[in-house]
């Protein structure tokens, strides 16, 4: 069996999260090598899950190591691009947490690197494609069991952020799911975006506007209503209902025990993404492995997927800051991610 050697940049809170996985749940990949901008944070996670890995003292470094058929980019967001471009100059395979790049002229750099290579190396870490519950929500819709959408309302809710968090993270590094997920969802394009803010809650520190809520409009006309609420308080909490013609479809709650106790009818609300989606995210990354051993190719959410990601949210953020409706339009996609097979 062949087996990928992957070498980690950025061995945080995600990046501990792939290397269990890949080590302790998944086949067909071996951590070999791992980097992070605190070298004590990369020493503590090879001591914890006993991997035999280099620790080397940088990207580049890593980048060289023969060992590393596949870089995990799981580093903070302003520093995937660069290391995802050396790493496809390099010939290597990259798995790279979202947002692959935080401008559209970011992920045009790793397209054109990518199609300089000749081949598909990159595939980005939109899990929610992986998700059972999205999967059988596209199905429904696939089906046509709910006619043309016309509507879909959602909300993505953590319960707390940090002061780190900003306006331009609630795009960047939480609507981006979303604005992934929801173009794949109805196969359609989108078109503009405008950004209203309801009163602000009190949990949210000076510097964010929280919560924020995006109406995005489709090519054919689908408007699509997101709260973005960080602070919530409650709990991890993700809800999407797309409005059809002839009947509605909801995402399915997490499942949780129903209990009745003391008078009340409970179930219970993740605090965490971690847990939310770890079933996706075994599913993305052994599909990634798998994909690489029997096509050469990953065959997941690309760098192209991320470009319209990226081109939108760039969108997303002015309308933020302007308040206006933004008018989203994208180039045309190069016949290199034509053959793309989406899961
Ligand atoms: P984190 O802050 O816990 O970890 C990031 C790590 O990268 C830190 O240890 C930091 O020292 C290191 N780092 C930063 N720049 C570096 C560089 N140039 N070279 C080497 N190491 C570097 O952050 P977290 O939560 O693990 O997020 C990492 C990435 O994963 C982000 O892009 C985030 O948006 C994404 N993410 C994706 C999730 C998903 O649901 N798909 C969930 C959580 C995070
Ligand atoms: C985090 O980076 C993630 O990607 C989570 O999936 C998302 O829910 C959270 O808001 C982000 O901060």
Not at 6 to 22: D, L, Q, Y
Not at 47 to 67: C, G, M, N, R, W
Request: glycine letters at 6%; hydrophobic letters at 40%; proline letters at 3%.
């Amino acid at each position: 069996m062949t087996v990928l050697g992957f070498g980690v940049i950025g061995t945080g809170a995600i990046g501990t999260e792939h290397i269990n996985r890949i080590t302790n749940k998944l086949s067909g990949g071996e951590i070999v090598a791992v980097t992070d901008f605190f070298p004590e944070i990369a020493k503590k996670v090879v001591e914890q899950f006993k991997l035999d890995a280099v620790i080397h003292p940088d990207d580049t470094s890593l980048i060289a190591d023969e060992k590393v058929d596949v870089l995990l980019v799981t580093s903070s967001e302003a520093a995937h691009e660069a290391t995802v471009v050396a790493g496809v100059e390099a010939g290597k395979y990259v798995f790279c947490e979202k947002p692959l790049a935080i401008s559209a002229q970011g992920c045009m750099r790793i397209v054109n690197a990518e199609m300089k290579q000749g081949k598909k190396l990159v595939q980005v870490g939109f899990m929610r494609r992986y998700d059972s519950g999205f999967v059988q929500l596209k199905q429904v819709i696939d089906n046509n069991d709910i006619g043309n959408p016309l509507m879909i309302r959602a909300s993505h809710r953590n319960a707390e952020v940090d002061e780190s968090y900003t306006n331009d993270t609630a795009v960047v590094g939480t609507l981006i799911h979303e604005i992934d997920a929801f173009h794949w969802l109805v196969n359609d394009d989108y078109k503009s975006v405008q950004v209203v803010y309801p009163r602000k809650t009190k949990y949210a520190h000076n510097n964010l506007q929280d919560p924020q809520i995006f109406t995005i409009e489709t090519i054919s006309g689908i408007v699509i209503n997101i709260d973005v609420f960080v602070n919530c308080q409650y709990g991890y909490d993700i809800h999407c209902e797309v409005i059809g013609e002839e009947g509605i479809a909801k995402l399915p709650e997490y499942p949780s025990v129903v209990m009745r106790k003391e008078a009340k009818l409970t179930t219970r609300i993740l605090k965490d993404w971690k847990h939310r989606f770890k079933d996706a995210y075994d599913v993305e990354l052994q599909n990634f492995m798998d994909s690489i051993v029997k096509t050469g190719e990953p065959q997941g959410p690309n760098s192209w997927d991320s470009y319209i990601t990226a081109v939108t949210a760039d969108a997303c953020l002015k309308a933020q800051r302007t308040g206006e409706k933004v008018q989203i339009s994208f180039q045309a996609k190069p016949k290199f991610y034509n053959e793309k097979i989406a899961q």
